[in-house]
C-alpha cells in the first residue's frame, strides 16, 4: 500500500527558460510551505549557533535541520519528545528537517565528515564507527564512549520522536577511498535499510510524537560511478519516498563533484524534490540548481561566520575575512546592499574590533550576516529562474578571474 | 566659573514615604531620561555579551556602560572616534557611561576586581599595575604587554573620544589590604585627581568628538573609615561634578558594605545622582535604594548567565543554577512571571540541554533573562517607593530563612 504523505505536497511551478534543469517548487508541509530551489542552515543540537529562533526568521530562513545523531546522544529523543518535540523546544515553527544519524555516525567513525564527502582525505577507520552490518551500525558515543547500537527502524523511531516535517532514511555514507565493489555492496545495503526505514515508517502510522505527519526521503548512493548512481537513482524513484536526497561520495574534486551530482539527477524521480547532502558554497549550489536540485544543506555559512568570514556577492572565495586589519577603521557596513541586522547597524571596523576582542556578538552579527546572504542568494535563484536570467545571477555572485579581488 | 551642564538635569520627583532614603528622579541626558534608581549593564569592550543593543532593548534596559581601560587598549579612542564614537558604534541610542579606567587598572595590578571591592583577597601587586605617583598610572596592557601611562587629562581626553554621555574621574581605587594611612593619602590624591579631571573637561568644554555635551562623576573615595568616608563625600560634593559615584573599598563582608555605603551617603551632595560602583546583588540594590543609591552596575548578571545561572525573586542565593540535572525534562519556563524571550519561548529543560550541549544560545537565553530580570527589579522598586512598600518589595524578591528553597 502506497504511502499518501497527508499534508505534504510539492508543486513545480516554473522551470528555467533558459534551458538548464532549474525549477521552482512550492513545498508544503504541516508547518507551512516554502519556495524552492531553498537552503536548509543547520541545528546541529536543537539550536543555530549563536542565534535565536526568531533572529533566524528576521534573516528570512524558511527552513532548517537537525541532526539525529548528535540529539539521541544528547538529550536524547525521548526527552525532546516529553519537551513537545524540535518546534516546540526550539521555538521554530517553520518546516524543519532531521537526517537519519548515519552521516555523522559514519563521518565521525572515518573523519570529518565535509572531508569524506568531498574527498579531500583518506583515513582509516577510528574506534567511534566500531561495526556494520546488515542489521545496522555499532558506534561510541561521543560524550561518554557508551557503546550504540543504530538501526534504520530504530533511526526512524528517534525521528518520529523528535518530530520533524522531513525525516531521512539511514544509508551507509560510503568514504572516498572505498572501491567500486564496496561502494556497490553498500548502496545495495542502503536500500535495504530504507525499505526498512519505509516499513517502519508505515508501522507507525508517519505521524509523529506530537501527532503531526511526516514525510520521508530516500537517498540516491553510488559513490562516484556513473551506472551505480543511475541504478541507485532509480531504485529510490521506485520506494515509495516523498523526497530523494543525494548523498554518498561527490568526488575529489568541484568540477567531479558536479559531474557525480549529474549523474544522480538523470535518473531521480522527475516530480519528487531533491535534496542535495551537505552543499553550501555559492557556485555549487549555482550548479547544483541547473542539475534540478531543490534544496541544499551545509554548515558552512553559520560555520565560517563563528571564524570571522563574512559571505559576500562577487568577492574572491566567495567570503571576506572580517579578522583582516584592512577592515580596522572602515565605517562601511559589510554589504551595503544586504539589509541583515548587522549591515543595517554595525560597520566593518566594529565587527573587527568585536572578533579581535573574542566578543561573541562579532560571531553572532556574521552569523546573521550568512544567514541573510545564503537566502538572499537564493532569493536572487528562484527570480533568475523565472525570468531565464541564472546566468547573470551566478555572473552577480561568482567571482570569476578578471574581477576585482 | 562652574560648569552647566547643557542637556542633563536629575530631578528627584518621589521620596520614600515609608521613611528610608530611597528616592526617585529622573536623570536626563542628550540620549534620553531614565528613571531611576536603575541598573546600568556592563558592556565592557563595547558589547554586551552574547546580545545584541536591540535584544538589550527589548529586555527594557535603559542604560550600559563601557569601559575605558579595555577600549583605550583595544580598539583605542581615536579608532572609536572615527567609527562615529561608542553610541553610533554599537547601535545603543540610549544613555551610556564610560569609567575612567583606573578601576581596571589597579584591580588588574592587585588582583580580581570584585575580590578587591569586596574584600574577599588580599594579594600582593602584580605586574599590570607598574607605578603610581602624582602624575598617574604605569601599568601594562593587558594584550601586548605594551607599557601604558594614564593621567585624569588622558583619561577625560580618551572618555570625550569614545562619547558617551557620563564620564567618570581617574582616581586610584585602594584595595583592601592597605591601612588607613594609605588609604587617606591615595584619597587625597584621588580628589586632586578630581580637580584635574575637571580641569581637563572644562577647557575642551565637556563637548564629546562627536559634538554632544557630556557630564561628570566625582568619586567618593575613603575605604571602611568612617571620617575618611565623611571627609571624602564632602569634598567631592564640593567639586563642580553634575553627579556622585560612591567606590573604592567597602568593606570584607555585605554588612560591612552596606556600613560604608552609609557612611558616605551621609554626606554625598543632596541633590546630585549617586551611583554606587561595581554592585549588583539584589540584596544589595535593596540596601542601597534605601540608603539613597540612584544607580549601579555589576558584571555579575550578565558573566553569571554564562555560567548557567538564572536570575530568579525569592530564591536561595538569588539565583538557579541551570546545569542542575533537575531541570532536565521541565518543561514550565524559568521563571512564569518574568516575560523576557527566554521565559516567553523556551523551556529550562531546553535551556539546560543547550548549557550541556555548550550551545552559545544557552547563555544568550540566560542573558536576556538575567538582564530582563533586573530591569524587573528595578521597576519593582520604583513602584515600590512611590507606594511606599520597599519592605514588600523586598520580601518578594530577597530569599529569607523559612522561605523554600
Not at 21 to 27: D, P, S
Not at 145 to 154: C, H, R, V
Not at 316 to 322: A, D, I, P, Q, W
Not at 331 to 353: F, L, N, Q, V
Amino acid at each position: 500500500m502506497a504511502i499518501s504523505y497527508p499534508g505534504f505536497s510539492f508543486d513545480i511551478t516554473h522551470r528555467d527558460p533558459a534551458g538548464s534543469k532549474a525549477r521552482i517548487g512550492t513545498l508544503s508541509t504541516p508547518h507551512g510551505a516554502i519556495q524552492t530551489p531553498n537552503f536548509i542552515f543547520c541545528g546541529t543540537k536543537a539550536a543555530i549557533k549563536g542565534l535565536t529562533t526568531e533572529q533566524m526568521r528576521d534573516e528570512k530562513t524558511d527552513i532548517i535541520l537537525a541532526n539525529t545523531y548528535h540529539l539521541m546522544i544528547q538529550p536524547g529523543a525521548d526527552l525532546v519528545a516529553k519537551l513537545g518535540g524540535l518546534h516546540k523546544m526550539m521555538n521554530w515553527h517553520g518546516p524543519m528537517l532531521t537526517d537519519s544519524g548515519g552521516y555523522q555516525i559514519f563521518a565521525m567513525g572515518h573523519g570529518s565528515v565535509a572531508d569524506e564527502v568531498k574527498g579531500r582525505r583518506t583515513t582509516t577507520r577510528e574506534k567511534t564507527l566500531l561495526k556494520i552490518t546488515e542489521e545496522g551500525a555499532t558506534f561510541r558515543s561521543y560524550t561518554n564512549g557508551e557503546k550504540l547500537f543504530l538501526t534504520p527502524e530504530k533511526s526512524i523511531d528517534i525521528q518520529r520522536k523528535l518530530g520533524p516535517d522531513f525525516v531521512v532514511q539511514l544509508d551507509e555514507c560510503t568514504p572516498f577511498h572505498v572501491d567500486r565493489k564496496y561502494t556497490a555492496r553498500s548502496m545495495k545495503m542502503s536500500h535495504r535499510w530504507g525499505d526498512r526505514s519505509l516499513t517502519a515508517f508505515k508501522e507507525f502510522g508517519g505521524i509523529s510524537a506530537n501527532g503531526l505527519p511526516q514525510a520521508m526521503y530516500g537517498i540516491v548512493q553510488g559513490g562516484v560511478y556513473p551506472d551505480l548512481r543511475k541504478e541507485s537513482a532509480e531504485i529510490v524513484a521506485n520506494q515509495d519516498f516523498f523526497a530523494t536526497a543525494v548523498g554518498g561520495c561527490l568526488g575529489a574534486t568541484r568540477e567531479q563533484m558536479h559531474d557525480v551530482v549529474g549523474m544522480a539527477m538523470a535518473h531521480v524521480h522527475p516530480t519528487r524534490p531533491v535534496h542535495l547532502l551537505g552543499i553550501g558554497g555559492i557556485v555549487d549550489i549555482f550548479e547544483g540548481v541547473a542539475l534540478g536540485i531543490d534544496t541544499f544543506d551545509c554548515v558552512s555559512p553559520t560555520r565560517i561566520a563563528r571564524h570571522g568570514w563574512a559571505l559576500a556577492p562577487g568577492v574572491k572565495g566567495e567570503r571576506l575575512n572580517m579578522r583582516n586589519a584592512r577592515f580596522k577603521d572602515d565605517d562601511t557596513p559589510i554589504d551595503a546592499e544586504c539589509g541583515c541586522y548587522a549591515c543595517r547597524t554595525a560597520s566593518r571596523g566594529y565587527i573587527h574590533h568585536l572578533l579581535k576582542a573574542e566578543e561573541m556578538l562579532g560571531m553572532q552579527l556574521l552569523t546573521m550576516h550568512n544567514v541573510h546572504t545564503m537566502n538572499r542568494l537564493m532569493r536572487d535563484i528562484r527570480a533568475a529562474i523565472i525570468t531565464g536570467t541564472l546566468a547573470e545571477a551566478r555572473r552577480k555572485w561568482v567571482w570569476q578571474a578578471g574581477d576585482s579581488e
